[in-house]
C-alpha cells in the first residue's frame, strides 16, 4: 500500500493555470504507476491523464490533452498535474492514484491506492 495526498488546489479564474501535486509516503513511489483522475458535482470520476513508474511513458484524456501535462519526480515521492487554462468545466475534486507497475497499461483505469483529493473550482 500507498499513502497518497494531494495539495495545490483552489479557487481560480477561467484562463488560469495551477499545479497540483500528490505525494507519496513510504520508498516504493518509483515501482508504481500513476494517475489523475477528476469528479465533478453530481457525475462519476473521470480518468484524465497516467504515467508509468519511470516517467517515460504518458498518456491522456482527448478532453485534457491540450491543456494538462502530467509528471513525476520519483526522488521527491511527488506526482505532479500541470494545468493551463483552466476552464468552468474543469471545476472538480481532483485525485491521485497508483497502481504496482506492470499490472496493467497506461490506458487502464484500474487503480488500487487512492488519495483524499484536491478541489479545483474555475469561476469563469
Known amino acids: 500500500q500507498v499513502q497518497l495526498v494531494e495539495s495545490g488546489g483552489g479557487l481560480v479564474q477561467a484562463g488560469d493555470s495551477l499545479r497540483l501535486s500528490c505525494a507519496s509516503s513510504?520508498?516504493?513511489?518509483?515501482?508504481?504507476?500513476m494517475g489523475w483522475f477528476r469528479q465533478a458535482p453530481g457525475k462519476e470520476r473521470d480518468f484524465l491523464s497516467a504515467?508509468?513508474?519511470?516517467?517515460?511513458?504518458?498518456y491522456y484524456a482527448d478532453s485534457v490533452k491540450d491543456r494538462f501535462t502530467i509528471s513525476r519526480d520519483n526522488a521527491k515521492n511527488t506526482l505532479y498535474l500541470q494545468m493551463n487554462n483552466l476552464k468552468s468545466e474543469d471545476t472538480a475534486v481532483y485525485y491521485c492514484?497508483?497502481?504496482?507497475?506492470?499490472?496493467?497499461?497506461?490506458?487502464?483505469?484500474?487503480?488500487?491506492?487512492w488519495g483524499q483529493g484536491t478541489q479545483v473550482t474555475v469561476s469563469s
Open positions: 492514484a497508483a497502481r504496482r507497475r506492470f499490472l496493467a497499461g497506461l490506458r487502464s483505469h484500474e487503480y488500487d491506492n
Open positions: 513510504g520508498r516504493t513511489f518509483s515501482t508504481y504507476d
Open positions: 504515467i508509468n513508474w519511470i516517467g517515460r511513458e504518458t
